[in-house]
T-cell receptor, first 112, second 111 residues
Framework: NAGVTQTPKFRVLKTGQSMTLLCAQD?????MYWYRQDPGMGLRLIHY???????AKGEVPDGYNVSRLKKQNFLLGLESAAPSQTSVYFC???????????FGPGTRLTVT | DQQVKQNSPSLSVQEGRISILNCDYT??????FLWYKKYPAEGPTFLIS?????DKNEDGRFTVFLNKSAKHLSLHIVPSQPGDSAVYFC??????????FGTGTSLTVIP
């Protein structure tokens, strides 16, 4: 049981480049989430999904898009990266609402 | 606008003593609270939760207390062990979908 995995672990982008972060979970969870963690800010929710084919905006959605084409995968896209998107990104999943979330190991993204 | 606040960025405690980590929130609609523990270069791991219908929840060495009138919760670790050294985040929700996290408290347990 791998739990929640994230690909890649590290990435450096130039301003304006695009990329996709992949999150996968093997726990058959309905809910999946993308967070970013910045110094002094805690974790902030970017987007989340309550089931296959659904997505919803979180606290800081601007500049990101997401897709949940398969129940086990949740993709986070940056169409035109900006230095303000330099952060550590965490994916999480939960059985459903009201249950604890299981987090992946994180992706450290630097935008120069 | 930070809806969940952890005002102590760091805390040091001697091994065997009690660690008390505090968390305050501003939204009175929050009804579910969790604590997570995070080691460097890893994702947060769930520690303990409490719903607003309770004022205390215990799991081994970990106890969470909720004071709804004060909009305050605390995590007690007794006895503290060196392996407890980590960053602790509290999180709160009013729907179960969207959780708001505090900025974290770095706990160091001194052997």
């Amino acid at each position: 049981n791998a739990g929640v995995t994230q690909t890649p672990k590290f990435r450096v982008l130039k301003t304006g480049q695009s990329m996709t972060l992949l999150c996968a979970q093997d726990m058959n969870h309905e809910y999946m989430y993308w967070y970013r963690q910045d110094p002094g800010m805690g974790l902030r929710l970017i987007h989340y999904s309550v089931g296959e084919g659904t997505t919803a905006k979180g606290e800081v959605p601007d500049g990101y898009n997401v897709s949940r084409l398969k129940k086990q995968n949740f993709l986070l896209g940056l169409e035109s990266a900006a230095p303000s998107q330099t952060s550590v990104y965490f994916c999480a999943s939960s059985y459903r609402d009201g249950y604890e979330q299981y987090f992946g190991p994180g992706t450290r993204l630097t935008v120069t | 606008d930070q809806q969940v606040k952890q005002n102590s960025p760091s805390l040091s405690v001697q091994e065997g003593r009690i660690s008390i980590l505090n968390c305050d929130y501003t939204n009175s609609m929050f009804d579910y609270f969790l604590w997570y523990k995070k080691y460097p270069a890893e994702g947060p791991t769930f520690l303990i939760s409490i719903s607003s219908i309770k004022d205390k929840n215990e799991d081994g060495r970990f106890t969470v207390f909720l004071n709804k009138s004060a909009k305050h919760l605390s995590l007690h670790i007794v006895p503290s062990q060196p392996g407890d050294s980590a960053v602790y985040f509290c999180a709160a929700s009013n729907t179960g979908n969207q959780f708001y996290f505090g900025t974290g408290t770095s706990l160091t347990v001194i052997p």
